[in-house]
């Protein structure tokens, strides 16, 4: 794999290859009747941000900030989400200095007041060459706020709220359809097609789509922002709230910090003896079921991936046996994106993994064995400059057995 196909194992696929005529991207229109420098207008709802916002009435800002000096909890729990700094983070800094593919923005600072431009269609339909004019409104402190309260809360001059009946300061609307899993659904399902080598693979959505979770009414929002009682802004009475800080994969965005993750697996496993005699085999299984994710794990960003790895050492710590296995997906980037497999734990999918050894030595032995989650290869990392920036992986799991040969 060279360094630019690494550098498409992203998220979305950050690669466009421009060509004079570009009459291979996907577009509405019969590529023969396309002429050079056409503006294709934006068709797609990733490819234009959500509307600009107004103020609602009776606040003065709609910056997470301000909305923080009333929803205190609210706002401390937010910040401390991915969604805070989903431009912020290291990785998309990174893809984004090389090839800045505005349509990015959309997701990641998705209101039209976040954003310095206002995109009118692209050039032959190529995402690298939009149309663009300055955007009068552009507010810079709301944009470093990513995925801001107003993202989700703020719509026509309202906030946005499914109680409806509160003595909120502001002019608020209940719309339960706008904050249920649609929204989510909005930014965490696009697989969709700029071009052959660029693709967006979010399935998330429609990974829960027909499964128990969906069935048993488990939403992403009932997974990702649990109940609990509160009062939701100072100095009022207690009501049914939802945490803000959206745990998920549990793989902190900092160096030295730690993130609270949701735990997805469910895992049994054999039992080992104390002593064996040579000639015995040691049989090891390990257990794994998605028990508790209402969508494959890993799910979303397609460089994620498990590990599970057994390793027989003797009392020196040399290693006699290594074997790892990946869960995860596998992807072509060119000539065209495809993904060549799959084996991502689909909900409620058990597998089992064995670990089987002939002793044939006598001595002190240990069988260690782990469940490692990482979001990218270490490989992909270096390639963006952010080795060792924070931490790429964490465990899930951890067992060691010491047993000895006579
Ligand atoms: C001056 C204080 C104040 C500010 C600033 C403020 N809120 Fe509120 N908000 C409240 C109060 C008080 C309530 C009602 C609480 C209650 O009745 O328990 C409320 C209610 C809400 C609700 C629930 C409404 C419903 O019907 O479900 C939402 C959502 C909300 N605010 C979001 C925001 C957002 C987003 C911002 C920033 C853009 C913001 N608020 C700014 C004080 C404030
Ligand atoms: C405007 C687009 C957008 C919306 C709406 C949105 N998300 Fe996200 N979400 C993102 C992006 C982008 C990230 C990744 C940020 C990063 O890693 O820098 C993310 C990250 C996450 C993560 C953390 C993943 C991890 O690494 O652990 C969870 C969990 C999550 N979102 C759940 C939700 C839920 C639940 C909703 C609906 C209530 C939602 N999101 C709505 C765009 C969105
Ligand atoms: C039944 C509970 C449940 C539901 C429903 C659910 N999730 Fe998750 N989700 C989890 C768990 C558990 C994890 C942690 C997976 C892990 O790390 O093994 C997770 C992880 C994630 C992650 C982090 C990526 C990863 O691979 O860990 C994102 C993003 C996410 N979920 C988004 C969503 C969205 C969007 C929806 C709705 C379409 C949703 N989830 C519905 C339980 C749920
Ligand atoms: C990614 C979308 C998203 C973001 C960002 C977000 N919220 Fe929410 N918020 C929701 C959803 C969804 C609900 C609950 C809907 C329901 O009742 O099921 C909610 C509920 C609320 C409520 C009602 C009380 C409660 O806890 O249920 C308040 C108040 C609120 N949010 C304030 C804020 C503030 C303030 C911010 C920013 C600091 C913020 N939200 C950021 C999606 C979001
Ligand atoms: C349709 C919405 C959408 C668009 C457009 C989008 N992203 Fe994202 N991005 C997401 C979501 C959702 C996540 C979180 C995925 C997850 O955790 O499963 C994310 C996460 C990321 C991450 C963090 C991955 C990680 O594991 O930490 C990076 C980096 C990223 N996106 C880069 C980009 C780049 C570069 C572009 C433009 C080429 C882009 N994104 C466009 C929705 C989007």
New binding site residues.
Partial sequence: MNQKSILIL?????IVMITSTLTDCDNTRNPSTIQQNDTIPLTRH?ESPIPHQEIPEGLSSISAASCGACHQEIYEEWKRS?HAV?LQ?L??QA??KKDS?I??L???TPLQNQQAFIVKGFINGDHKTPVKEPNPHFDQALQLESITCATCHVRDGHVIGTIGHTNAPHKTIKDVALLSEQICIS??N?VDELNPVLV?T?E?GDEWNNNWAKKAGKTCISCHMPETERPIAAGMDNRRSHVHHFP??GIP?FQDSKAEGLVSMEIKESRLDDSYAVGDTINYFLEIKNSFAGHAIP???P??FFLITFRLQDSRGNTIREETHRIGEHWQWYPVAKKLSDNNLKPLEERTYAFHHKLRKKGLFTLSVAITKH??TEENAKYHDIFGKYPLSIEVFKKQFKFSIT
């Fill in positions: 992203l998220t979305i696929i950050s990733w991915t989903a983070d990785q998309f893809e984004w593919i349509s990015c959309n997701c990641h930014c965490h696009v967006c979010f998330t998920g994969s965005k799910t979303g960003d460089e994620r979001r990218m």
